[in-house]
């Protein structure tokens, strides 16, 4: 329920909180578990609004904790695109896979290296809380000088043709209000007023004003080059996988958002760089249509070159924004694993009900290229913490396992008729509760296993004496067969006595000659 309200409260997404709960966090389901948690996630969001329309005279707004942007694209992507939707898939899952691989290992030296034979350990004196105060102290200044330092080495750019380059104006939508873009830019280094730094506006923002930035629309071709981009990218995926895990609250959603966000405006700017390539291809197969007009055969080709063209020309208008937040979808699903959830979050968080689809394939195909690699990083942390959880698929190491391989060598086995004195000692030696039965072959050669006995029945014989001489015992009668009428009346009376009716002994015959009996 805890987490469905937390899901609900920050991204203003009660269903989708009830979703992850369900999908992630929960390892038993039921009804009325659905209608608490349902009435969590409800109370967790209305709270929200209602502490956030307080900026508003009152006025109910559907704003979250954490605001990304809305969105109404509708069907503003072709069939075509599919396709790099799905490549994008296979980039986030391949990213996640990697993210969890790396970050795997140094949880587990920052394991180590906490412990009392670590290495921080020892620098901080004997102290685990000084050690992880270390720990952090460094982070944070590698963090910073790298968000400061990268800056530097790149120029500014002009802030009047990054906002107003384009045919139209760009602008960031929040809670259903425009959100102007020029103020989430960052200037460092730059003389000059109006410019801004690209990578700074990244580095040096808050991370939900960068994702906003980087979902803004009408974007192509500005705000932030592809150069930036990319660097970004790496620099912010390898201080995530760096920082998470650490003693410091730096969450998982919002930073693998900014880097999935990151590489989907990448790839969106790459298709949207090859616009005038296309339209000059257009325009030249429309010249060519007109200028042949001798044969039908050329000017039925001449329409084929330019569909081509028209076809390449709408690929290379495809919204930037959209494809970051295919992006953001991808590398989120690539880490987490999770599928019906994540669309339902991102759907709701970006209130487009157009992005259904894209957002359907993007985040399957980066789960499936994800679990070909390593489990979610949910599931890692709770293998690196020792939680005794069982996986609903068991891991591939064991697939292959025979009973051989798990079993015990030296099997403490008793015989279907067996001394007393062998009974007490195999009970003095083991501390298990049952024993496999063994009857052996005419041949004495082989042993097969006929069933087993409990340690209790066996205690409940041997202390009401029920035993039989072996000339009792009638040829030819088996195993299960073997039980005399002093045994099972003895052995049904002390059970009941012992564990409240339990089952009486019913596939073993303890016997003893004389001399046993008169040692007992």
């Not at 587990?108 to 050690?131: C, D, E, V, Y």
């Not at 809670?175 to 700074?200: F, I, K, T």
């Not at 993007?362 to 949910?378: E, G, Q, R, W």
Request: glycine content about 8%.
């Amino acid at each position: 329920m805890g987490a469905a309200a937390g899901v609900a409260a920050a991204f203003n997404a009660p269903i989708g909180g009830v979703i992850f709960a369900l999908e992630e966090v929960s390892t038993h389901w039921s009804g009325t578990l659905t209608t608490r948690a349902f009435f969590a996630a409800i109370v967790a969001a209305g709270t929200n609004n209602l502490l956030v329309s307080a900026r508003h005279d009152g006025v109910i707004e559907p704003d979250a904790l954490v605001v990304f942007g809305e969105y109404d694209l509708g069907s503003a992507f072709t069939m075509l695109e599919l396709p790099i939707f799905v490549f994008i898939g296979v980039c986030g899952g391949l990213l996640g896979a990697l993210f969890n691989a790396l970050n795997g290992r140094i949880n587990r030296w920052r394991q180590h290296t906490h412990s009392p034979r670590g290495a921080m350990f020892a620098l901080a004196r004997g102290s685990r809380a000084r050690s992880k105060v270390l720990e952090v102290a460094g982070l944070a200044l590698l963090c910073a000088t790298l968000s400061f330092v990268l800056p530097l080495l790149f120029g500014c750019s002009d802030t009047s043709s990054a906002i107003t380059g384009g045919d139209e104006p760009l602008v960031a939508q929040a809670g259903g209000r425009e959100v102007d873009v020029q103020h989430m830019l960052v200037s460092v280094q730059c003389s000059r007023p109006g410019e801004y730094n690209e990578v700074a506006s990244i580095t040096l923002s808050n991370q939900h004003r960068v994702v906003r930035a980087l979902f803004s629309r009408n974007a192509s071709g500005r705000l932030f080059s592809t150069r930036a981009l990319a660097l970004c990218m790496l620099l912010q995926f390898a201080l995530s996988v760096l920082v998470y895990g650490a003693a410091i609250p730096s969450g998982l959603f919002v930073p693998c958002m900014t880097i999935g966000a990151l590489g989907g405006r990448l790839i969106g700017e790459l298709v949207a760089s090859q616009q005038s390539a296309a339209a000059a291809a257009a325009a030249a197969a429309e010249t060519l249509a007109s200028q042949f007009n001798a044969t039908a055969a050329q000017s039925e080709a001449a329409v084929t070159a330019a569909a081509a063209a028209a076809a390449a020309a709408s690929l290379a208008t495809a919204d930037t924004g959209f494809y970051a937040l295919v992006g953001a979808a991808a590398m989120l699903g690539g880490v987490t694993r999770m599928t019906i959830s994540l669309t339902i979050i991102v759907c709701e968080i970006s209130d487009d009900a157009g992005a259904l689809l894209p957002l359907m394939a993007t985040i399957l195909t980066a789960k499936v290229v994800a679990d070909i690699f390593n489990p979610s990083i949910y599931d890692a942390a709770m293998a690196l913490a020792g939680f005794p959880y069982i996986e609903d698929c068991l891991p591939r190491s064991l697939k292959r396992l025979r009973a051989e391989d798990v079993m015990a060598q030296d099997v403490v086995a008793l015989a279907s008729v067996a001394r007393a004195r062998d009974v007490a000692a195999a009970l003095d030696r083991t501390t298990h509760g049952a024993f496999p039965v063994i009857e052996v072959g005419r041949t004495g050669r082989c042993r097969y296993l006929t069933g087993q006995v409990l340690r209790y029945q066996l205690h409940a014989l041997l202390a009401l004496r029920a035993f039989s001489p072996p000339g009792s015992l009638p040829p030819g009668v088996t195993a299960v067969e073997r039980i005399s009428v002093l045994s099972r009346r003895s052995s049904r009376r002390a059970s009941q006595r012992e564990h409240g009716g339990g089952d009486a002994v019913r596939c073993l015959l303890y016997t003893s000659d004389a001399a046993d009996e008169e040692d007992s």
